[in-house]
């Protein structure tokens, strides 16, 4: 089926008297599906999926699922890492429509050559990435692990690191390595404003600012904690503060009330005045009635070529393989 006609079903009008959650949840058992979700997705996304997550967990489950289908809500190289993971399975995504411009910034050709110019190099890639750009590299990294997977390898290692210059910069810097970054970044942790980070902790004095090491080096200077967002939301279960300035995609913020609901969590603005907090356009594009029509029609469906898929599966299960070693 077209691209065409896939988002042609994907926006099919959905009966206005139905309960959206009672007839996904009729589907999803019907068809002996599993619904992931991102924390970065809607709250109601996440409330009725199987499972929430941020990418390893949502790598680890997509690995070890039983289900027939996987319905990834999150973004296109979500659906992509699933269906390498499982090529055998049905991977259907809401929206194919749902990018990542951190992926975008890192178009295969171009790193598959700058690659070629450091032969000998050891590459290391961000999940955040199509799967082939992973086709050309030797072991996938989350924020979760990136750390520790570079460190697992000799201090004298040449190490490609790519696309996230952020996060490739967080890393060197807590570990005193010096990867070859490649210049890519995530618009969302780019925007956060520095300035009005400040003016709220001059609101919320007792608040610790939390951050997602995506974010630029000065927001990350200022933090009192830098972690991936499953860490983050960690952090704010086990922390004895009450107010939290969250500096990551705000989504994560439902999960984290839910947690903690007697505490507070003051999004992070960006630099656009008009917002108070900040959100991934791209996994907002997910909604319950594309869920909807997405297992009613069981489209869009995520699709991979084999012989990317072939190579593209190594250094995800080698990712996987470094994180269970390590009690990720």
């Not at 959206?20 to 996304?45: C, F, S, V």
């Not at 289908?69 to 296109?76: D, E, F, T």
């Not at 699709?303 to 190579?311: G, I, L, P, R």
Request: a negative charge; hydrophobic letters at 40%.
């Amino acid at each position: 089926m077209s691209t065409n006609q896939s988002i042609g079903y994907m926006n099919a009008p959905v009966p206005k008297d139905i309960n959206l959650k009672e007839e996904i949840d009729k589907l999803r058992k019907e068809k002996n599906a599993i619904i992931l979700a991102h924390y970065y997705q809607t709250g109601d996304i996440q409330d009725i999926a199987d499972f929430v997550g941020d990418s390893l967990a949502l790598a680890q489950w997509a690995a070890k699922t039983k289900a027939d289908i996987i319905v990834l809500c999150g973004v296109h190289f979500m659906g992509e890492t699933a269906k390498i993971l499982c090529p055998d399975k049905k991977v259907l995504v809401p929206d194919l429509n749902a990018g990542c411009s951190l992926a975008d910034s890192c178009p295969a050709p171009a790193f598959e050559e700058f690659v070629k110019q450091h032969p000998g190099a050891t590459v290391i890639s961000y999940v955040n990435t199509t799967a082939a750009v992973k086709a050309v590299t030797d072991v996938v990294v989350t924020s979760t692990n990136a750390r520790q997977i570079v460190e697992s390898f000799p201090e004298d290692t040449r190490i490609i690191f790519g696309p996230d210059r952020n996060l490739g910069n967080y890393i060197n810097s807590i570990t005193g390595r010096n990867m070859l970054l490649w210049d890519g970044a995530c618009h969302v942790h780019e925007q956060f404003s520095l300035e009005k980070i400040l003016e709220l902790k001059k609101q919320y004095p007792d608040a610790e600012i939390i951050t997602h090491p995506e974010c630029k080096q000065p927001i990350i200077q200022v933090s009192d904690f830098v972690g991936s967002t499953a860490a983050l939301l960690k952090h704010t279960i086990k922390s004895e503060k009450k107010q939290f300035i969250v500096a990551t995609e705000s989504g994560v913020i439902h999960e984290m009330r839910k947690q903690s609901p007697l505490k507070e969590f003051i999004p992070a603005p960006p630099n656009d005045s008009t917002c108070a907090c900040n959100e991934c356009n791209f996994m907002r594009l997910n909604t319950m009635e594309k869920l909807y029509n997405c297992l009613k029609f069981e489209l869009p469906e995520i699709f991979v070529d084999e012989e990317v898929q072939k190579k593209a599966i190594k250094p995800i299960r080698r990712m996987l393989e470094i994180s269970e070693k390590l009690g990720l």
